[in-house]
C-alpha cells in the first residue's frame, strides 16, 4: 500500500509540474502578419471559442508587430484543438501552439507542438525567435547564438512562399536543453540593433 500511495504521489506531482510549465489557456501563434490586429486575431480564433483575450507583440520602440502573439480561450481544452488545424489570417499561414508560462520557456516549442500524439515533456532544444531584422542570414544567427549561448544544431528560417523573402521569425536548434534555459531566461536579446 505504501509504495502504491508513492507511485500515486509521484504522479500526480509530475502531472502538476507539467501542467505548471503550460499557461493554461493560452495559445502562442507564430506567422502573423505585420496587419494583423488584436481584433482580427480574436475575430479568427473566436469561431473556436470564447476569446478572453487577445496580444500582438511589437517593438517597444518602433511599435512595429513583431510577427507573434498570444490568445487566450475561456475553455482551456480548445488550444489543444486549434494547436492541431491548419490556419491562415491575413494571407499568411499562422502556427498556434500550447503557451507556456512566463520563465518556464516562453515561445518554447515542446514535444507536444511537434508531435501531437506525444506527451508533453517540459525539455525542448528548439526555440521560436521573432523580430528578426532583415538582412540576417540563418549562418549570422547560428554564430550569435552559439558564440553567447551555447552550441547550435540548426538555425531555420521561415520565407514566404511567393517572394522567397524571409518573414521575419525562426527556429534555432541547440544541441541540449540548458543553453534553451539560458536563452530564455534573457527573455529579450538584440541582435543587429534589433529586439528579437
Known amino acids: 500500500l505504501t509504495r502504491m500511495l508513492a507511485?500515486?504521489?509521484?504522479?500526480?506531482?509530475?502531472?502538476?509540474?507539467k501542467m505548471m510549465s503550460l499557461d493554461?489557456?493560452?495559445?502562442?501563434?507564430?506567422?502573423?502578419?505585420?496587419?494583423?490586429t488584436e481584433d482580427s486575431l480574436k475575430a479568427y480564433f473566436s469561431k473556436f471559442g470564447e476569446i478572453m483575450n487577445t496580444t500582438v507583440m511589437r517593438d517597444p520602440v518602433?511599435?512595429?508587430?513583431?510577427?507573434?502573439?498570444?490568445?487566450?480561450?475561456?475553455?482551456?481544452?480548445i488550444v489543444d484543438y486549434v494547436a492541431r488545424?491548419?490556419?491562415?489570417?491575413?494571407g499568411k499561414k499562422?502556427?498556434?501552439?500550447?503557451?507556456?508560462?512566463?520563465?518556464k520557456g516562453p515561445a518554447r516549442v515542446s514535444a507536444a507542438a511537434e508531435s501531437p500524439s506525444s506527451?508533453?515533456?517540459?525539455?525542448?532544444?528548439?526555440?521560436?525567435?521573432?523580430?528578426?531584422?532583415?538582412?540576417?542570414?540563418?549562418d549570422f544567427l547560428k554564430h550569435f547564438f552559439a558564440?553567447?549561448?551555447?552550441?547550435?544544431d540548426e538555425v531555420v528560417f521561415m520565407y514566404d512562399r511567393n517572394t522567397n523573402k524571409p518573414r521575419g521569425f525562426g527556429f534555432v536548434t541547440f544541441e541540449?536543453?540548458?543553453?534553451?534555459?539560458?536563452v530564455v531566461t534573457a527573455h529579450f536579446i538584440e541582435i543587429k540593433g534589433k529586439r528579437v
Open 7 to 17: 507511485r500515486v504521489r509521484s504522479s500526480v506531482n509530475c502531472e502538476t509540474t
Open 24 to 36: 493554461v489557456g493560452k495559445a502562442f501563434v507564430g506567422g502573423l502578419s505585420h496587419n494583423t
Open 176 to 182: 541540449n536543453e540548458d543553453t534553451v534555459d539560458k
Open 119 to 138: 506527451e508533453y515533456s517540459g525539455t525542448t532544444k528548439k526555440i521560436f525567435v521573432g523580430g528578426i531584422a532583415p538582412g540576417t542570414t540563418e
Open 147 to 152: 558564440t553567447n549561448y551555447g552550441p547550435v
Open 62 to 77: 518602433t511599435k512595429v508587430p513583431r510577427g507573434f502573439g498570444f490568445v487566450e480561450f475561456k475553455d482551456p481544452s
Open 94 to 103: 499562422i502556427d498556434p501552439k500550447q503557451a507556456m508560462v512566463p520563465g
Open 85 to 90: 488545424q491548419e490556419h491562415f489570417l491575413d
